[in-house]
């Protein structure tokens, strides 16, 4: 299982990186906006942290702003994964880009169905959202489970990202799934670090350790 970060922070990518567990990034529209700076600028550093895919998110609503927007995108970096939103319109810049070798990471995917659609379309990655599902009353992880086994029967190669993480059970109970990657954001990536018997354990050791001294 491949971990992602979901962030458009440097710092937090930064950090996590340096654990040596990460294998790429997400960012989206509203994460970039968060950061307050320049798009593509801030892509380019992420390029610089991270030797794996990158998300970048068009914004265009039609395919051929689509495809500009990605083509100027994919200039940057070899590991740049273009995201696209799971539309008509989206799929038809998805197959497109799919044919001219770049990357694609189609987003915003709510059914198996929409997910078939992406794979079909040539997508490198599909993202299911499994938090927002779970927001309305869904259960998210149930949709992961479906799209991983259809995706099994077919032997279809594009990899599924578990998306729209919001706590460390979400993390388990998608790796149960046998899913290819969680795109996790910083706080959750902390809260899996964290056990209340690993810090009491590590006090108690040090503590014996100075008695003996
Ligand atoms: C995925 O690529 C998205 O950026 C992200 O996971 C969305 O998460 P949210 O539903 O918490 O905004």
């Given amino acids: 299982m491949k971990f992602f ?6 710092d937090e990518i930064r950090e996590v990186a340096s654990w040596g567990i990460l ?3 997400t960012t989206n529209p509203s994460l970039i906006a968060k950061e307050g700076r320049d798009f593509k600028e801030v892509i380019k550093e992420i390029t610089s ?3 794996g895919p990158i ?3 068009v914004i265009s609503e039609d395919s051929e702003g689509m495809l500009k927007e990605a083509r100027e995108l994919a200039k940057i970096h070899k590991n740049i994964t273009i995201k696209i939103p799971m539309t008509k319109e989206g799929l038809k810049a998805t197959s497109v880009l799919s044919k001219e070798g770049i990357k694609t990471n189609v987003t915003l995917i709510f059914s198996s169905n929409q997910a078939l659609l992406a ?13 927002r599902l779970d927001d309305i009353g869904n259960e998210g992880v149930n949709l992961i489970q479906e799209i991983m086994d259809i995706f099994d029967i077919y032997g279809i ?3 599924v990202i578990a998306a729209s993480i919001r706590h ?3 993390v388990t109970e998608v790796a149960k799934t046998g899913v290819d990657i969680a795109t996790i954001p910083y706080g959750v ?7 209340p018997l690993t810090d009491s354990g590590i006090e108690r050791f040090l503590k014996d350790w100075e008695s003996v001294k």
């Fill in 189 to 195: 990536f902390q809260k899996m670090l964290k056990h």
């Fill in 5 to 10: 970060i979901d962030t458009a922070n440097v």
């Fill in 49 to 51: 942290i991270v030797d």
């Fill in 55 to 57: 998300s970048a998110e």
């Fill in 119 to 131: 794979a079909k379309a040539g997508a490198t990655f599909v993202s299911p959202f499994l938090g």
């Fill in 23 to 25: 294998d790429g990034v």
């Fill in 157 to 159: 190669e594009t990899e």
């Fill in 168 to 170: 460390p059970l979400h």
